[in-house]
Nanobody, 113 residues
Framework: QVQLVESGGGLVQPGGSLGLSCVASGLIFSINTMGWYRQAPGKQRELVAAITDGGTTNYVDSVKGRFTIFRDNAKSTVYLQLKSLKPEDTAIYYC???????WGQGTQVTVSS
């Protein structure tokens, strides 16, 4: 069965950095557009960043220049590097196969002093 497993969340101070990973199994990873989404308490889930099978990336404006999405098809893994973190980045971060109903379980990122 198809599975996405995220890791790498945690508690970090404002201005700090984190790296998230999402390992996929049960699908042909290399042909899929992958996305990272986040959902903060009381807010809707939003797209943070996405990367196509060809490596084209796009980001929500609020994270441009601070977050980087990249993938390693040989490892069926998509990554999200988070830098210059702000309290408003606090959310559960989810990995998603764009265009499908396949989601990971989420990993909590908390930015607080």
């Amino acid at each position: 069965q198809v599975q996405l497993v995220e890791s790498g969340g945690g508690l970090v101070q404002p201005g700090g950095s984190l790296g998230l990973s999402c390992v996929a199994s049960g699908l042909i990873f290399s042909i899929n557009t992958m996305g990272w989404y986040r959902q903060a308490p009381g807010k809707q889930r939003e797209l943070v960043a996405a990367i196509t099978d060809g490596g084209t990336t796009n980001y929500v404006d609020s994270v441009k220049g601070r977050f980087t999405i990249f993938r390693d098809n040989a490892k069926s893994t998509v990554y999200l590097q988070l830098k210059s973190l702000k309290p408003e980045d606090t959310a559960i971060y989810y990995c998603h196969v764009v265009g499908s109903n396949i989601w990971g379980q989420g990993t909590q990122v908390t930015v607080s002093s």
